[in-house]
C-alpha cells in the first residue's frame, strides 16, 4: 500500500461496461460492414465446428457402451475372445459417422482459420486506412494539441491490441460459448443433478476469472502506461545525452531511470503475475471439479439414486444414474472447464483491446475541419475585352468561380491580393493573441512581419491559409471572403514554407514535385534554381534522384530549408508565406540565395516572417508586431526615420523576446 | 540469449524457483489422469464407496497442490522476466551513459528508444515462455509418452504415427512463417515511419492541399501490408486445423483399435479406463508438441531483439579512461599541437587537419566560418567530447586525455549547438550546472547570462515547469537559460557553440560585457554567425574546410582576411548589397 501512493500513477479508469459493450458493438459493426457476406459464413463455420466437436462425446459414449456390453455378454456366456465381427456391426457406423463429422470439423476449421487471418487483416487495413484518411481531415489544431507520439501510438499499439482481439479472442468466445451450451445441453440430457454439480463448480470458475482476470487486466493496462512514460524518458534522455555527457549529469540520469525503470518492473510484474497464475488455478479447480463430479457421481450410482435428466422427462421414466453416463459426463466435465479456461485466458486480450478500440474510435470521433467553402479556383481564358471563361486545360491563368445564390456564376481573376481588416483571434477562448490586425497586401508585394516570440507573426499566416478560423473581422482574399472559398483551392494558391522543415520519404525530385504533382522534371529542376537548390543538390550522390529519409537527415538544416523553398516555389502561387524560411541558412549562402529569392518573389505577394532584419529590410510594408498588436508599420526607410521600435530593433537596443 | 543471461543477476532465484514449482507441477498434472483411471476404473468395477472417498480426496489434494506450485511458478516467473528486462533495460540505459559522443553519433536516439522497449519486451516474453515451457513442455511430453505405451500397450503405436506428422507440420509452418513474418514486421515499421513522418508534416501536407494524394499513398500501403500479413497470418491458421487432425486421428484409431483389443482379449490386456487415459495423454502429447513449437518460434523471433540489445551491450566508449588520472585543472590556457580529427576511421577527409592554436588563460576567442567548416569539431576536442586523431590537445598544460574526464568537465562548459532543455523546473534545470547551487548563485549566473528578467517574470520563477523540449520557452530565452546553466559550474573555460544566434544583438552584447565584468579569468571561446557576437574578442579565427585560414584581432583581419572583411561588410551593411 505504501509503494502504491509512491507511484504517483492515477488509478486507470474503471471500466464502464456500458461503453464498454457500446464499443464491442462498433467493432462487431465494422467487422460486418467490411465483409457482409463472409462475416456470418465465418461466423457458420466457427458454430458448426465448435457442435461438431461438441457432439463426438456422444458417439465417444455409444462405442463405450457397446464395448462394455459386448464384454460383459461375453464374459457371462463364458466365450474366450469374443468375435470382433460380431460387435463390429454396431462399432464401425459409430466410428463412420464419427470419422465423417471430424472430417466436417476439419474442413471447417480450415475454412474459418483461413478466412479470420483474412478478415483480420482486411479489418485492420480498413481501420487503419479509416484512422488515416480521418486524420487528414482533421484541423491543424488537432495536431498543435496532441503530442505525436500519442497520435502514432493509435497506429502501432492499440492496432495491435485489436489485432489479437479480432483473429484471436472473437473466434475463441464465440466458439466457446457454442462449446459450453452445447455441452450443457447434452449434460442437461444425461442427468440434471450431475449438471447442477459441473455449474457450480463452472460458476467458481468465472468468479475467480473475472477477479483475477481483472486485476490482471488493469495492470497490463498500467504497464502499456509505465511503458509510455518510460519510452519519453529514454526518449528525452537519448536525444540529450550529449547533454548530458557535458555535464557529467550520467549518474543522475541513471538515478531517474532506475526510478522509472522500477516501477514498468512494478507494474509489468504484477500484471504477469495475475495474468500466469489464472491458468493454473483455473485448471485445477476444473481438476477438482472433475473428481469432485465422479465421486458424486459415484455415490450416486452406488446409492443408485434416481437420476432425473432431459432424456427421461423426454421419455417420462425415471432411471438409474450409470457408469456409461457418467464416463463420457466426465469428459464433457473436461471439456466445458477447459473451454471456461480458455475463455479466462482471453480476458486480457479482451480488456486491452476494447480500450485501443476506444481509442482508436476517439481518433476517428474527433470532428474534422470544417468547409463551407463554395468558391473554387479554376482554369481560365482572358478574353479580348477581359472577360473570364473557364476551360478545363491547363492556361497558367487562374480565376476564382463564384457561384451565388441567384444562381449566377461570376469569376475573379486570381491576383493574390490579400486583406485582412480588425482580425481578432485566440486559440483558447477568452485568450486573444491578436487584437485589431489588419494588412493590406496588394498583388507583387512584400509584407514583413517582425516581432518577439509570441507576438503573433505565425498567427497571422495560420489566419490567412486557414490553419484556423479568426473569431472577428475579416480576411479577404482577392476580394472574396477567405471563408467562402473551399480550403483546398485557397491553400492550393498559397505557397508556404515554414521554420521546422518537413520533409518526406522518397527522391529529392519527389520532394521538389510535392509542391505540384504535375510538374515536370524541367519544372522541379527551375524550381530548385530559383531557390539557389540546384547547386547543392547536383552534388549530392545521385542528384536529383538522392533518397532522402527520416525527414532528410543526411542533409543540413539550411539545405532542408532550400528544399522547402524550391517544393514552394514549383506550386507557382500567387502568394507565398515565408516563415523564417531561411533562418537556418548562414548569411554567407542567404546573400548567395538571395538574387534567386528575389526572382521568386517578383510578381508574388509574400509575406514574410523573419528574425534577421536583413531579410525583411527591403520590404514593401514592414509590420511590427507586440503582444498581438501591430505597433508600427511602413518601410525600412519610414520606420528608420520614425524612430520607433524597429529603429530601437534595427540598431540593437531592443531585444526580441 | 547467453550474452543476455548475465543481466539476470538477483533474479537467478525465481527462475530457479520457477523450474523446480513447474517440475512439481508438471509431476503431479501427470500423476492425476492415472490415478482418475483408478477411480473410473474402480467406479465400474463397483468398489466400495469408502475407496472412492480416498481415491478422491486424494486426487483433490492433488488438484489443490498442482494450484498452489502452478500459481507459484506464475508468480516467480512473472518475478523473473519483468526484473530480467527491469535488469537489461537498466544495463543498456548504464551503457548508452558510458558512451563516447562517438558512440553516441552511431545509434540514432530513435534506434536506442526501441531497444530498450519494444525489444526488451520482446526478449521479456521470450524468456517467460521459455521458462514456463522449456523444462514443463519435454518432462510432460516424456512422461506422456513413456505412461501411454505402459498403459496403453499397441495403442501408442497411434503417436508413433501422429508425432513426426505434427513435429514435420509444426516446423513446416514455423520455417514458412517466420521469414514472412519478419519481412511483414520491416514493411510494418516503414509503414508506421511514414504516418509518424505524415503527422509531423502536417502543416506542409494542408498547406499544399495533399491530403487526398496523401490518403491514396497510403491507402497503397495499407493494401500492399494487408496482403503480405494475410499471407503470413494464413500459414501461421494452418496449426489448429493440422493440430485438430491429429487429435482427431488419435480418437478415432484408440476407439477403433481399442474396442477391437478389449473384445479380442476379453477386456484382460486394456479396459475402457485404458481408453479413456490414452485420449488424455494424446491430448497432453499435442498441447505439448504445440508449446514447443510455439517456444522455438518466440526464440527465434525474439533472435533479432536480442541481436540488437547485444549490439548496445558490447559498444565500447571509444574513450579511454586514463590510468593516473589529473584531477585538478590548473588554468584555463588551451593549447592544440598539430591537432587532426576525423570522426570515424574511415571518412575520407579529416574535419579537421592540422591545427595549431595557443590560447591563455583569461582570453576571449571568436570563431568564425561557414556551414561545415568544422568550428564545432575544434571545440569538441577541448571538454575531449572526441580525441583527436593525430596530435594532442592540451588544457592547463596538460594533455586532455591525462585527466579525469569528470573533472576535465567540470571546469570547461560547453554550451552545445544543439542544446535542450529537460522537462522539469527551471532551478532544476539550472541546477545541472551545479546540484547544491543556492537561489543567490541561480540569481547570479541568470543576471550574466540575461536571463533574470525573463524568469521573474513568469509567475513561478524558477519553478516554472519547462516541457519536454523547452517548448514553453522562445528560442532565445531557452539559449540563455543553457547559458546560465552552463555559468553555475563555474568553468576555466566557456565554450559557447552558436549559443546566442536566437538572441536580440543588444543582449548579446550585454552578456559579452557581464563575461568581462564578472568572469575575467575564464577563458571564453565563442562560435558565431554574427560578426558583432566577436568582433571585440582578443583573438578571431576564421575556419574554413576544417583549417585555420587567418586569426587575429578585428583591426588585422580587417586588413589581412578578405573573407572576414566580406562577412563583416555584409553584416554591417547587409542590404545596401542586396538591393543593388
Redesign the interface.
Known amino acids: 500500500m505504501k509503494k502504491k501512493n509512491k507511484n504517483n500513477i492515477p488509478d486507470s479508469p474503471k471500466p464502464k461496461s456500458g461503453i464498454s459493450i457500446h464499443t464491442f458493438r462498433r467493432i462487431i459493426k465494422i467487422l460486418y460492414e467490411s465483409y457482409p457476406r463472409l462475416i456470418p459464413f465465418t461466423a457458420f463455420c466457427i458454430v458448426f465446428s465448435a457442435i461438431v466437436n461438441a457432439i463426438?462425446s456422444i458417439f465417444?459414449q455409444k462405442?463405450?457402451a457397446?464395448?462394455?456390453e459386448?464384454?460383459s455378454d461375453?464374459?457371462s456366456s463364458g466365450a474366450?475372445?469374443?468375435?470382433?465381427s460380431e460387435?463390429?456391426g454396431k462399432?464401425i457406423p459409430l466410428?463412420i459417422v464419427?470419422?465423417v463429422l471430424?472430417i466436417l470439423?476439419?474442413i471447417s476449421?480450415?475454412i474459418y482459420?483461413?478466412l479470420?487471418?483474412?478478415i483480420?487483416?482486411?479489418f485492420?487495413?480498413k481501420l487503419?486506412?479509416r484512422m488515416?484518411?480521418g486524420?487528414?481531415?482533421l484541423p491543424?489544431g488537432y495536431?498543435d494539441t496532441h503530442k505525436?507520439g500519442d497520435?502514432?501510438s493509435y497506429?502501432?499499439n492499440d492496432i495491435d491490441t485489436l489485432r489479437q482481439l479480432v483473429?484471436q479472442s472473437l473466434p475463441q468466445l464465440l466458439q466457446s460459448i457454442v462449446i459450453v451450451a452445447s455441452v450443457l445441453g447434452i449434460m442437461l440430457w444425461y442427468s440434471i443433478w450431475m449438471t447442477l454439480i459441473v455449474a457450480v463448480g463452472v460458476a467458481a470458475m468465472i468468479f475467480v476469472s473475472g477477479k483475477i482476470g481483472g486485476s490482471s487486466a488493469k495492470y497490463f493496462i498500467r504497464q502499456q502506461r509505465s511503458?509510455g512514460s518510460?519510452?519519453?524518458y529514454?526518449?528525452?534522455?537519448?536525444?540529450?545525452?550529449?547533454?548530458?555527457?557535458?555535464?557529467?549529469?550520467?549518474?543522475?540520469?541513471?538515478e531517474g531511470?532506475?526510478e522509472i525503470?522500477?516501477r514498468?518492473?512494478q507494474d509489468?510484474?504484477?500484471?504477469?503475475?495475475y495474468?500466469?497464475?489464472?491458468?493454473?488455478?483455473i485448471?485445477?479447480?476444473g481438476?477438482?471439479l472433475?473428481?469432485?463430479s465422479?465421486?458424486l457421481?459415484?455415490?450416486f450410482?452406488?446409492s443408485k439414486i434416481p437420476n432425473i435428466s432431459v432424456s427421461c422427462i423426454a421419455a417420462g421414466t425415471i432411471g438409474v444414474l450409470s457408469?456409461d453416463i457418467?464416463?463420457p459426463f466426465?469428459?464433457m466435465t473436461k471439456q466445458f472447464t477447459g473451454n471456461v479456461n480458455q475463455l479466462s485466458q482471453q480476458i486480457n486480450s479482451i480488456v486491452m483491446g476494447l480500450a485501443g478500440a476506444e481509442r482508436i474510435f476517439s481518433l476517428m470521433d474527433e470532428a474534422p475541419e470544417t468547409d463551407e467553402g463554395y468558391v473554387t479556383l479554376v482554369n481560365a481564358k482572358l478574353g479580348e475585352n477581359g472577360e473570364i471563361t473557364e476551360t478545363p486545360e491547363h492556361t497558367g491563368t487562374w480565376a476564382w468561380k463564384h457561384p451565388h445564390s441567384d444562381g449566377t456564376i461570376t469569376y475573379t481573376l486570381l491576383r493574390g491580393d490579400v486583406r485582412m481588416t480588425d482580425v481578432d483571434f485566440g486559440y483558447v477562448p477568452g485568450k486573444d493573441v491578436l487584437h485589431d490586425v489588419s494588412v493590406y497586401a496588394e498583388p507583387g508585394q512584400k509584407i514583413a512581419f517582425v516581432g518577439?516570440?509570441?507576438a503573433g507573426k505565425t498567427t497571422i499566416t495560420n489566419l490567412i491559409?486557414r490553419?484556423y478560423d479568426i473569431a472577428d473581422g475579416k480576411i479577404r482574399y482577392d476580394g472574396i471572403n477567405v471563408s467562402k472559398i473551399k480550403?483546398?483551392?485557397l491553400?492550393?494558391s498559397?505557397?508556404?514554407v515554414?521554420q521546422d522543415t518537413?520533409?518526406?520519404?522518397g527522391t529529392v525530385m519527389d520532394n521538389i514535385r510535392?509542391?505540384n504533382?504535375n510538374a515536370t522534371d524541367e519544372q522541379c529542376r527551375a524550381a530548385a534554381e530559383l531557390a539557389g537548390a540546384d547547386d547543392f543538390i547536383r552534388r549530392l550522390p545521385k542528384g536529383y534522384d538522392t533518397e532522402l529519409s527520416?525527414?532528410g537527415a543526411n542533409l543540413?538544416q539550411?539545405q532542408r530549408q532550400l528544399i522547402a523553398i524550391a517544393?514552394a516555389a514549383v506550386?507557382d502561387p500567387p502568394v507565398m508565406i515565408l516563415d523564417e524560411a531561411t533562418s537556418s541558412i548562414?548569411?554567407?549562402?542567404e546573400?548567395i540565395v538571395?538574387r534567386g529569392m528575389?526572382k521568386l518573389m517578383e510578381g508574388r505577394t509574400v509575406f514574410v516572417i523573419a528574425?534577421r532584419l536583413?531579410t525583411v529590410?527591403?520590404s514593401d510594408v514592414i509590420m511590427v508586431l507586440d503582444h498581438g498588436r501591430i505597433i508600427e508599420r511602413g518601410n525600412?526607410d519610414k520606420l528608420i526615420a520614425d524612430k520607433g521600435t524597429y529603429y530601437q530593433?534595427y540598431t540593437?537596443?531592443?531585444?526580441?523576446? | 540469449m547467453l550474452r543476455l543471461i548475465k543481466c539476470l543477476r538477483e533474479y537467478k532465484k525465481p527462475t530457479v524457483l520457477t523450474l523446480i514449482f513447474i517440475i512439481c507441477e508438471a509431476v503431479i498434472e501427470t500423476l492425476i489422469p492415472f490415478i482418475t483411471a483408478n477411480l473410473i476404473n474402480g467406479i465400474q468395477a463397483g468398489i466400495s464407496m469408502n475407496r472412492v472417498a480416498v481415491l478422491g480426496i486424494i486426487l483433490i489434494l492433488m488438484a489443490m497442490l498442482s494450484l498452489c506450485f502452478g500459481g507459484a511458478a506464475g508468480l516467480t516467473c512473472s518475478k523473473a522476466s519483468s526484473g530480467f528486462a527491469k535488469n537489461i533495460r537498466s544495463d543498456v540505459f548504464s551503457r548508452v551513459q558510458e558512451f563516447a559522443f562517438q558512440n553516441i553519433d552511431r545509434f540514432s536516439s530513435s534506434s536506442l528508444v526501441t531497444r530498450m522497449t519494444t525489444d526488451v519486451t520482446n526478449v521479456q516474453m521470450a524468456y517467460m515462455m521459455l521458462i514456463r515451457t522449456a523444462v514443463r513442455a519435454p518432462l510432460m511430453l516424456i512422461f506422456s509418452v513413456v505412461m501411454a505405451f505402459i498403459m496403453g500397450g499397441a495403442l501408442a503405436t497411434s503417436f508413433v504415427i501422429i508425432i513426426p506428422v505434427l513435429v514435420f507440420g509444426l516446423l513446416l509452418i514455423a520455417h514458412n512463417a517466420m521469414p514472412a513474418f519478419r519481412a511483414v514486421f520491416r514493411k510494418y515499421d516503414k509503414l508506421n515511419e511514414s504516418i509518424e513522418e505524415n503527422v509531423r508534416g502536417m502543416r506542409v501536407v494542408k498547406g499544399f492541399a495533399r491530403e487526398e494524394y496523401e490518403k491514396k499513398k497510403f491507402g497503397k500501403a495499407a493494401e500492399n501490408i494487408q496482403a503480405d500479413f494475410t499471407k503470413a497470418e494464413r500459414i501461421v491458421a494452418f496449426n489448429s486445423p493440422l493440430m485438430q487432425i491429429c487429435v482427431y486421428f488419435n480418437m478415432v484409431f484408440v476407439l477403433l483399435v481399442g474396442s477391437k483389443l478389449i473384445l479380442r482379449y476379453n477386456g484382460t490386456v486394456i479396459g475402457v479406463g485404458e481408453i479413456s487415459a490414452m485420449l488424455n495423454y494424446g491430448m497432453q502429447i499435442l498441447i505439448q508438441l504445440m508449446m514447443l513449437s510455439m517456444v522455438y518460434v518466440m526464440l527465434t523471433m525474439s533472435g533479432e531483439s536480442i541481436k540488437r540489445i547485444s549490439e548496445v551491450l558490447d559498444e565500447q566508449s571509444s574513450l579511454k579512461e586514463p590510468e593516473n588520472p589529473v584531477f585538478e585543472v590548473k588554468d584555463g590556457s588551451v593549447d592544440f599541437d598539430g591537432v587532426s580529427f576525423s570522426y570515424s576511421k574511415d571518412a575520407e577527409r579529416y574535419a579537421l587537419s592540422d591545427i595549431n592554436l595557443h590560447i591563455k588563460s583569461g582570453m576571449t576567442v571568436g570563431i568564425l566560418g561557414g556551414t561545415g567548416s568544422s568550428k564545432s569539431s575544434l571545440v569538441q576536442l577541448i571538454p575531449r567530447l572526441y580525441d583527436a586523431t593525430a596530435g594532442t590537445v592540451s588544457v592547463g598544460g596538460v594533455d586532455v586525455r591525462k585527466y579525469d574526464l569528470e573533472s576535465l568537465r567540470g571546469q570547461v562548459a560547453m554550451v552545445l549547438q544543439k542544446n535542450m532543455l529537460f522537462s522539469g523546473t527551471i532551478r532544476e534545470n539550472l541546477r545541472w550546472g551545479n546540484e547544491n547551487a543556492t537561489d543567490e548563485e541561480l540569481d547570479e549566473v541568470c543576471r550574466i547570462a540575461q536571463a533574470d528578467s525573463f524568469v521573474k517574470s513568469f509567475p513561478d520563477g524558477y519553478d516554472t515547469f519547462i516541457e519536454q523540449g523547452g517548448t514553453n520557452v522562445s528560442g532565445g530565452q531557452k539559449q540563455r537559460l543553457c547559458i546560465a546553466r552552463a555559468l553555475l559550474r563555474k568553468p576555466k573555460i566557456l565554450i559557447l557553440d552558436d549559443s546566442t544566434s536566437a538572441v536580440d544583438t543588444k543582449t548579446d552584447a550585454l552578456i559579452r560585457s557581464e563575461f568581462k565584468k564578472y568572469i575575467p579569468e575564464t577563458t571564453k571561446l565563442i562560435i558565431a554567425q554574427r560578426i558583432s557576437s566577436v568582433m571585440d574578442s582578443d583573438l578571431i579565427i576564421i575556419m574554413e574546410g576544417g583549417s585555420i585560414s587567418a586569426a587575429g584581432t578585428h583591426d588585422e583581419l580587417m586588413k589581412s582576411s578578405s573573407i572576414y572583411r566580406e562577412i563583416y561588410e555584409q553584416q554591417t551593411r547587409g542590404n545596401e548589397a542586396s538591393e543593388q
Open positions: 463426438p465417444v462405442i463405450l457397446v464395448v462394455t459386448c464384454l461375453g464374459v474366450v475372445g469374443i468375435e470382433w460387435a463390429s462399432i466410428i464419427l470419422i471430424y470439423s476439419i476449421m480450415t482459420t483461413q479470420m487471418a483474412f483480420t487483416q482486411g485492420l487495413s487503419r486506412c488515416f484518411d486524420m487528414q481531415n491543424i495536431f505525436h497520435i502514432m497506429y502501432t483473429s511503458i518510460t519510452e519519453g529514454i526518449q528525452e534522455m537519448m536525444n540529450g545525452q550529449k547533454v548530458i555527457k557535458v555535464f557529467s549529469h550520467e549518474k543522475k540520469a541513471k531511470f532506475e525503470n522500477d514498468l518492473y509489468s510484474y504484477k500484471a504477469h503475475a495474468a500466469n497464475a489464472l491458468g493454473p488455478i485448471m485445477n479447480i481438476n477438482i472433475y473428481v469432485m465422479a465421486m457421481g459415484g455415490i450410482i452406488l457408469v457418467l464416463v466426465l469428459s518577439a516570440t509570441g491559409n490553419f480550403k483546398a483551392d491553400r492550393r498559397l505557397g508556404i515554414l518537413n520533409l518526406f520519404t510535392y509542391g504533382l527520416n525527414n543540413s539550411g517544393r506550386a548562414d548569411t554567407r549562402t546573400a538571395s528575389d528574425h536583413s529590410m527591403n525600412h530593433l540593437g537596443a531592443f531585444e526580441l523576446e
